[in-house]
């Protein structure tokens, strides 16, 4: 599959970590810049490196937060990470980020989130929709690129929804997992639509983040969960049990746990690039998306952590398409699936439907 025809395509991306998001080239900028405890030449290849290891991956995490935590700099990748999705024809993004507290720059969780919409307004390449209920008088039938052969030529003003989701650290108490789903609740007005547990999956207890879910469910925020990404049948079980509206990864089930998945259609986020570095999965070719492809299971792929792991949308859909021999129609209709499983209100939904029915059209699939 040509990689020109998958950036073509518009997409949508579900699972996306905001820092692990991060350009490459902005965070060797900030090592560099950095003159407190970071020394440049010791981190430099951390960052440039191609394989990671989970724990590597979870080390390269500290290492990102500390050079991105203060205000400006978190406005700062927002805009670029949104501009990134925006520039490979992403129409819809979800982007997940952890609300963080470090009082000693007097940042409260509140104030993190603030400097992600401040992101958010900053862009200028591209119109960015994220206030719910502000958008119904443009759909994004303004930004339809003409289309000539097969190639998009963005002529139109590109125009993407955003739509985010507060995460809850698996480090993290009960009290602060409680303080994030609040702050969410209190910015649904904002373009904030639901939680997110992620964070090192080896660490900490289901039973702790359980109340804050809870209430964000009964309180009609949408939960996504990182499900299965290491070995943990009990957890995996209590996750299926708590039914989520989708969950990431979902690498490690046992034949019980893909059977009940399988029956409950939860939709589950793919990330294949992430899940094969990892080591999550042994090799793309025993990827679970073939099984859960074949059985018609509710689907999405996406890159998590763009940054970290060298990857866009595009290439995650470019190796989806060679690694199990889909065609461009298959690919068009996965991405346009997707849809079906996002978390904004069925305005948005409606105008996204409406927009890939017309772009299918131009595109000829
Ligand atoms: C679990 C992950 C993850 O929130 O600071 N994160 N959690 N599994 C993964 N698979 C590789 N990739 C990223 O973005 C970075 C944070 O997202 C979570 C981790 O908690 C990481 O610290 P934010 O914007």
Redesign the pocket.
Known sequence: MEMEWCVSMPKVELHA????SIRVSTLLELAKAEKGDIDFSEVEHVIVKYERS?IE??KM?DL??NLTTDHNTVTRITKEVVEDFASENVVYLEL???P?RNDSIGMSKRSYVEAVLKGLRSVSSVDVAFIPHNEDSKSLFSSLPTITNDKCNGVARKRIYVRLLL?I??RETTEAALETVKLALEMRHLGVVGIDL????KVGEWTTYLPALEFAKEQGLHVTL?CG?VPNPEEVHNMLDFHPQRIG?ACFFEDEHQRRLKSSKIPVEI?LT?NVR?LSVPSIDVHHFVDLYNAKHPLVLCT??SG?FSTCLSKEYKIAADSFGLGRREMFELSRNGVEHIFADSGVKEDLRNFFNSVAKNMEV
């Open positions: 970590h905001l820092n692990g989970l991956v979870f995490f990102i937060h997940r980020t952890t963080k995460s650290d698996r992620s964070g090192n999956p990182h990404e990864h990330c992430s990892t998590d952590d970290v």
